[in-house]
């Protein structure tokens, strides 16, 4: 019989992957529900926004100089 | 396909209950705006076709109507699918047949005759002063307007001189959260800018959706509520109806529609109602607003009221030049045109005629990050751009379209969808017509092969779907362990 899982389905790069696996670790694993490949994974639907935020902070603190260049003009 | 204004609408009534929908279909208004604004073509075709049907239609018949291939069926399935979400359609076995109450009241109104009066019904004696449309649209226009006005003047106090609007439209606008209060002044919020770039009719339905969830909450019941709205959208421009048989939720109704420029009346206490253009386009096509500030450039500042002849003249056909190295003009004049410029441009200069801007980054991102999309802001761009822009294909700069995307793409590294995946299909075949059904039903947003998995959007007909499924299978194994059996009997004699 097939069984279906609710949540929020995730597409993304495998490098943002990579991140949104380790804030789910820091997370007590309270975020991902199934980690389909490495460009998908599915969510708990109530951690959406939350996870959003975080990978937010988190691509603050890598991708800082890419930010600052075409401010000019 | 339904537009984008009625699509909102269609969303809302999916989550209505069974029997909502059963007394919402005793009106025939209700019922010949639903079938007229919210069914695919192929969909009406066969509400027409069953319209008269004794009995109910089997499953294979409707099947012959339609052509074996892919794509038409995929259609036919589509059309099902929504006649089923709105309760018209009623699965009986392995046939269909329509919901009764809907099809006596779209038989009703298609034939006329009863006395539902669920049309309207028009002032038996002329008004003394007859009020013309032009003063209709006007009234319906400044009314409308003043709400634009408030959600856009909290994110802009400039246009503080605004007109103000009632304190139940404050409240609405608040419930639906297109702004939000901090402190003692309204803030416009995500849902407000996506709000104000939608077009007219679709910014009412928006409204009234929001409208009807309050509603419910103050105890108005919710298909007096809509049987209402759908009354509105019937009725015709100049005339006046009859307040008389409404029921007291409609007439307390009319209080708050005449807040939004939906009905005009003399008096808060008149016998005699008048439906404005935005009424009446509820439920069609036509332009809400025919001579609105939001699809023209014509001076629609109320308090100065001066015409201006060459605005007039780029009446409807948009007023915004967007150059290669990200600069933009817009012929207009109006506080609210420029208000939503500034939402994502860097407004430069102001002229008697025209305003002078800049997209940035840092506008892009502010906009971007109070909830408007590249999409939108792009859009926005195409369908009012200046008629010199036009001669050109793309419309746009694709420089500057580029950029904005990729702006936007910066800071969003995934893309979500909510709904379900499914796994443990079964065998490859049985996988492969599950995937298919999703699809032809539009609800299939991913497949995952290599696992046998795939995610869909909607899961309510597709566990449908596999029940049958299912019980088809079990059929089948039954009917193939009887055959053994027998044939095993037979050997044995």
């Known amino acids: 019989m097939p069984r279906a899982v609710g949540g929020v389905l995730v597409e993304c790069d495998p490098s943002i992957k990579a991140i949104i696996s380790r804030i789910n670790e820091q997370h007590n694993h309270d975020i991902i529900i199934e980690d389909i490949d490495d460009e998908h994974v599915l969510i708990k639907k109530d951690k959406h926004e939350e996870l959003k935020a975080l990978l937010k902070d988190a691509l603050r603190d890598t991708v800082k100089e890419a930010e600052e260049t075409s401010e000019s003009e | ?493």
């Open chain 2, 1 to 493: 396909m339904a537009s984008t204004a009625s699509q909102r609408a269609l969303d809302y009534l999916e989550g209505l209950p069974g029997t909502t929908f059963t007394r919402l279909y005793q009106q025939p208004s209700t019922a010949l705006a639903i079938f007229r604004r919210m069914l695919p073509h192929l969909a009406k075709t066969i509400v027409m076709a069953m319209l008269y049907m004794p009995e109910p239609l089997t499953a294979n018949s409707l099947d012959a109507w339609v052509k074996p291939d892919a794509d038409s069926v995929g259609v036919k399935d589509r059309a099902l699918s929504i006649l089923q979400r709105l309760r018209i359609l009623e699965e009986e076995g392995r046939a269909y047949k329509l919901a009764a109450a809907f099809a006596k009241s779209l038989r009703m109104a298609l034939t006329g005759g009863g006395n539902h009066r669920s049309f309207g019904v028009p002032c038996s004696t002329p008004d003394e002063k007859p009020v013309s449309v032009d003063y209709l649209d006007t009234f319906a226009r400044k009314q409308w307007e003043s709400i634009l006005y408030y959600v856009v003047g909290s994110a802009n106090t400039e246009l503080a001189a605004a007109e103000d609007i009632s304190a139940g439209t404050k409240q609405l606008l608040q419930k639906g959260s297109f702004v939000t209060i901090r402190g003692r002044a309204a803030t416009i919020t995500d849902t407000g800018f996506t709000f104000l770039l939608q077009e007219v009719n679709a910014q009412i339905w928006t409204l009234l959706i929001v409208y009807l969830e309050v509603s419910s909450e103050l105890q108005m019941d919710p298909v007096d509520v809509l049987s209402f709205l759908f009354t509105l959208g019937s009725l015709e421009l100049g005339t006046s109806y009859a307040t008389t048989n409404l029921t007291p939720t409609q007439q307390q109704m009319l209080d708050d529609l005449t807040d939004f420029g939906l009905v005009y009346r003399r008096t808060p206490d008149s016998t005699r109602y008048y439906p404005t253009r935005l009424a009446t386009t509820l439920t069609s096509d036509a332009p809400a607003l025919p001579n609105s500030s939001l699809s023209s450039t014509t001076t629609t500042d109320i308090t100065a009221g001066a015409p201006q002849t060459v605005s007039q003249q780029q009446n409807e056909k948009g007023y915004i030049i967007v150059e290669t190295n990200y600069r933009l003009y817009a012929y207009t004049n109006s506080p609210l045109l420029i208000s939503i410029l500034s939402l994502f441009s860097n407004l430069q200069t102001r002229y008697p005629n025209l305003v002078t801007a800049k997209i940035t980054k840092a506008s892009v991102l502010s906009a971007i990050n109070t909830g408007i999309s590249s999409q939108q802001i792009i859009a926005y761009l195409t369908t009012h751009a200046h008629p010199v822009l036009r001669h050109a294909t793309p419309i746009l700069p694709p420089t500057v379209v580029d950029q904005i995307r990729l702006w936007q793409i910066e800071g969003e590294r995934m893309t979500a969808w909510k709904g379900f995946l499914i796994k443990d299909v079964g065998s490859d075949k049985d996988y492969e017509k599950a995937v298919q059904y999703a699809e032809a039903l539009g609800v299939l947003r991913k497949e995952f092969r290599a696992k046998g998995w795939f995610f869909v959007t909607r899961m309510d007909q597709m566990s449908g779907y596999f029940k049958s499924q299912n019980a088809r299978r079990r059929q089948e194994a039954a009917a193939a362990a009887a055959a053994a059996g027998q044939e095993g009997g037979s050997s044995a004699t």
